[in-house]
């Protein structure tokens, strides 16, 4: 099993903020208390599964629509809003029968995925939450393999690794591995123990992880101190402007190494500023530089390095204070 960087221990996440550290926080913490939550969560893709009351459908539908998450966000939410439509009311039910469900998602498309690639996933999911009880019931036992296979205190490694085993569990089920001559099929269950940050399937995590708040569903008892930020491009950016990482790529060190950053700010819930900070991303049209018109209005300003370091004397990140 490939090792991931260990977590930072309990005493560096206690440590005093760093003036620097202070004042990010302070800026996110805004930028959270002022977002309008309820219109940008209409147009979020985990509103949909906000809309079923079942939790093997709220799995199901979650796992879907955080699978096809990427590209325009009115795409993404149209595309969601075809499928579901033809998937019908009790997407669990639907989800057993493989013949039909092909034939209710024919012609149905969305970037590199087809409707045969959505009906196999909620094939394979449907398949796993009866052989289980449940797809949190799958994630947990393969959390629990991990922790007695990896050294004690490597939450990021066991994270990585319970990831890989229950991406593992869902491909098998479905038949959505790579070959053939489309990646489509591959791309929708992605390789966890590569180089990818697997944002889908960390996004989908948070969403059933964290607590109920409006967003997020509440649906799973996994401890949200164990999550990993789902790292985008927008995030990625904005976590690059702010210090956080000074990455470039979306690998899965970046998604490690900011999601120490934000632990810095709350370790017990680290991912609780994804939303909002996604959302500002998108909003601002960040160009990553100090532009008087673009930047006009954005939150996180005043802690840019472009606007309140020189970014070539900005300080690296170390171990215990990935923001300084």
Known sequence: MRRSAAPPRKSELAAALTPRESAIKAALDSVRERCDLAARFQADPVSFAHRFVHPLDKELVALVAASVAFGNVRTVHAKLEDLLGRVGPVPRTAAEDLPSLRTRLRGWKHRVFRGEDLARLLYGARSVQREHGSLEACFKSRLAQARASVPSGADHANMREALAGFS??????????????????????????????????????????????????????????????????????????????????LAWETTEEMTRALARFDPADPTKYDFSMCHLGMVQHCPSRKDERRCEGCGVQPVCIHWGTEPGRARRPNRSAQVR
């Open 168 to 249: 593992d569990a869902l491909r098998d089920a479905s038949g959505l591995h790579a070959g053939g001559r489309r990646r489509g099929p591959a791309h929708l269950l992605p390789d966890v123990r590569g180089a990818s940050g697997s944002k889908r399937l960390l996004l989908f995590l948070k969403w059933v992880s964290r607590p109920a708040d409006g967003v997020d569903l509440g649906l799973w008892s996994v401890d949200p101190a164990l999550l990993l930020v789902p790292i985008d491009v927008h995030l990625h950016r904005l976590g690059r402007n702010l210090g956080l990482t000074r990455r470039r790529n």
